[in-house]
């Protein structure tokens, strides 16, 4: 058997890039005469914006202090051990970057093992233990706390998760059999599935006090003193921590069916993360730990050399590097400031970018429209949201105030938009009608001034060719609902110049949007994508395959709602306009459906009705349909859906719409909700061999969403 030391410096050596946690071991004494007391910090040697990770050689750190403190225990030197983080940072877990290396089973399972090893040792000294939350905690973080006897948190925590499930992991090193034995399964099953599934949900220090895993709580301020002074108490026998009996009968096994409920409407079995989390929770309510690490270390190997883990961490670095990094964006030094925003129309749309534009970029907005009750209307939809954010205490009234004197509306168009230096257009979808009103705010707004438009298929170049300055039209397409989804498709239009495109970038990183360089192609990335998607699944009943048959056909990627019901949230006519402009471009591929257009002519908002709570097929619809008699099975359908869409993305690149099939996962992820455990589209399509089957290749190399050869 290798020992815990072996079996870390053989990580370590996988991983040569770590960035090291030290664990620095201090001495002091107690208040209130309790006693000598150790106390270990989490500390990378970086300020708070490089969390502490946990990596193979930061495992090691950790051993080789509790080597320290496990004697001094034993000699009877100290009282207790407490560990703790650096400022604002308790631990942040796992390395992903080195999870990212590993090639075989074998090393993925003593990353696991050595986890369980050295953070066991702490429930197993002489003394009690004591972790102190005092900052964000994640993951392993969040689980050498667990290990502990007790723990505090600080009010101001403001991050604190197991996220793995999320990711394609379980909490490996303690978080599925250590939680549910300390606040229960149906808590533990909120905090390590639900909230997960949930966007990755973070709790506060507050919910984590109620949820019962820390034992106190303290404000931020003197956050480590007032821990340290409860510990005296609870060393003297001064303060008895009580916690509530934990109920392992019929209302443990609910709380993992509860679990198993969430994960199928979440994943549709999807991705197995979840479900090998559940089991490990199920199987805790015998209270036997050293079974539940052992399943935890065979889960995590087992997750590590699977698929979906790597597909999740391409996924979490296409948001969180590549979505700050847009390729092929011009120089940042381009982009000219933008002091004051005008938005044609104010109808809905135009109403959620104006108020998004406000409280972004804080500088005046003017709306225009054909009618005064319809400028009043969207001024009074802005001014109501900033009521909401001021009632819901995200604003105080200063900023409310501050915020809806900036916003106005004008019918002149001269007069809102003379000294604009950014305008977008929110107008009906017809290239007639975007070209007029182009050509109106082109003869009154400064030379200097972005015109951009929120088209969602027609084409830039086309929209800009009347005009004197078409250089400086730039499509700037966000994604309903504009609050919610983080993308911004940017599109270069074939005259649009650098200066223009770089301000456009600009403003999209003030707006706090993803924003990707689109070509301007038809319906650039994402309503291509989905349009191909949502037309085969309508070929498909349009031939004969009956409509549940179609929708359950595509379960298995866990998209977030079916075909038909995201078609219902779209709207039925904005995506017949959609397949009809796609069309108009490719008509080989793209067709438009007659059963569409029939449920749009009888003003159907979408083919359910929900009377029991549930989709239901309307009757009304089901009449309309006209059906053929090729009936396809669910294996039969998704086939032909997916090889659509991994013909459609190949093509897509080969026309040089985005700059790589990164970009292309990283549209549907920010801009459809596609999921990440997916890594959105491609490495799914790889995995499952489509790609090579439909274009002869993968989309991309083997090891980027998936284990390295």
Avoid at 151 to 159: C, D, G, L, M, Q
Avoid at 182 to 203: H, M, P, T, W
Avoid at 472 to 498: C, K, M, S, W, Y
Avoid at 555 to 573: D, I, N, Q, R
Wanted: hydrophobic content about 45%; overall charge negative.
């Amino acid at each position: 058997m290798s020992t815990t030391a072996e079996l870390l410096k053989g990580a370590a050596e996988l991983f040569p890039g770590e960035v090291v946690t030290s664990a620095h071991v201090r001495h002091f004494d107690l208040p209130l005469d309790a006693g000598r007391f150790a106390l270990i910090t989490l500390d990378n040697g970086h300020d708070h914006t490089k969390p502490t990770t946990l990596g193979p050689q930061s495992l090691a750190n950790i051993d080789a202090a509790i080597d320290q403190v496990e004697k001094e225990a034993a000699d009877g030197d100290i009282v207790g051990v407490g560990v703790t983080g650096k400022p604002f940072i308790f631990a942040v877990g796992a390395d992903l970057k080195g999870v990212e290396l590993l090639k075989r089973h074998e090393d993925a399972l003593a990353i696991g093992k050595g986890g369980h090893d050295v953070f066991k040792r702490l429930a197993k000294l002489a003394v009690p233990t004591f972790a102190y939350y005092n900052g964000a905690a994640m993951g392993g973080g969040v689980e050498i706390g667990l290990h502990c006897s007790y723990r505090t948190v600080s009010a101001a925590v403001p991050a604190f998760s197991l996220p793995e499930v999320f990711l394609g992991l379980v909490p490996g090193w303690g978080g599925c059999t250590l939680l549910p034995n300390l606040i229960g399964a149906d808590k533990a099953v909120s905090v390590v599935i639900e909230n997960s599934l949930n966007q990755n949900k973070q709790l506060k220090g507050k919910q984590v006090h109620e949820l019962g895993i820390a034992d106190a709580i303290f404000e931020g301020a003197d956050f480590l003193e007032q821990s340290l002074l409860w510990t005296a108490s609870v060393l003297k026998g001064e303060i008895e921590v009580e916690r509530p009996v934990i109920d392992r009968g019929e209302a443990w096994d609910q709380a993992v069916a509860k679990g198993r409920f969430i994960a199928d409407s979440k994943v549709h079995g999807a991705a197995p993360a979840a479900y090998r989390a559940l089991d490990i929770i199920a199987a805790a309510k015998n209270g036997d730990l050293q079974q539940g690490f052992d399943a935890e270390d065979q889960a995590l190997a087992d997750l590590i050399m699977g698929g979906e883990l790597r597909s999740g961490i391409y996924a979490f670095n296409l948001v969180q590097k590549r979505g700050k990094r847009p390729a092929g964006a011009p120089d940042k030094s381009l982009a000219r400031p933008v002091t004051k925003v005008g938005v044609v129309g104010a109808g809905l749309m135009a109403s959620q970018l104006a108020l998004l534009f406000l409280r972004r970029l804080e500088v005046p907005v003017v709306l225009t429209d054909i009618d005064q009750e319809r400028v009043d209307k969207g001024v009074g939809y802005v001014h109501a949201e900033i009521d909401k954010l001021l009632g819901k205490g995200r604003i105080n009234q200063d900023k409310a105030n501050r915020l809806k004197a900036l916003v106005t509306g004008v019918l002149d168009k001269a007069e809102g938009f003379a000294d604009a230096d950014f305008v977008i257009e929110a107008v009906f979808e017809e290239m007639g009608v975007k070209q007029k009103v182009f050509a109106e705010v082109e003869a009154v707004a400064p030379a200097h001034a972005i015109l951009a438009t929120n088209t969602s298929s027609l084409s830039v170049s086309e929209m800009a060719s009347k005009l004197k300055h078409p250089e400086r039209v730039v499509g700037f397409h966000f994604f309903n609902p504009v609050a919610v989804l983080p993308l911004l498709e940017i599109v270069r239009g074939e005259q649009t110049d650098d200066a223009s495109l770089a301000t456009a970038f600009g403003v999209a990183k003030k707006l706090k949007k993803t924003a990707v360089l689109v070509k301007d192609a038809p319906a650039f990335v994402v309503n291509r994508i989905l349009t191909r998607f949502m037309g085969e699944i309508q070929n498909v009943i349009d031939e004969g395959t009956p409509v549940d048959v179609a929708e359950k056909a595509v379960e298995p990627l866990g998209l977030p709602m079916s075909p038909l019901v995201l078609l219902e949230l779209v709207g039925p006519a904005i995506g017949l306009h959609v397949s009809e402009t796609l069309n108009g471009a490719f008509p080989e591929r793209f067709t438009v459906s007659p059963n569409l257009k029939a449920v749009v002519e009888a003003g159907k908002r979408g083919f359910y009705v929900y009377d029991s709570g549930k989709p239901e097929l309307d009757p009304e619809v089901a009449a309309l349909l006209k059906q053929g008699d090729t009936v396809l099975t669910e294996e039969q359908v998704r086939a032909r859906v997916l090889d659509a869409v991994a013909q459609e993305i190949g093509l897509m690149l080969d026309e040089g719409v985005v700059a790589e099939a990164q970009d292309v996962d990283l549209c549907l992820i920010t801009g459809a909700g596609w999921p990440f455990h997916l890594g959105g589209i491609t490495p799914y399509l790889d995995r499952e061999g489509v790609s090579e089957r439909v274009n002869g290749k993968r989309f991309l190399d083997a090891g980027v969403a998936s284990v390295p050869a």
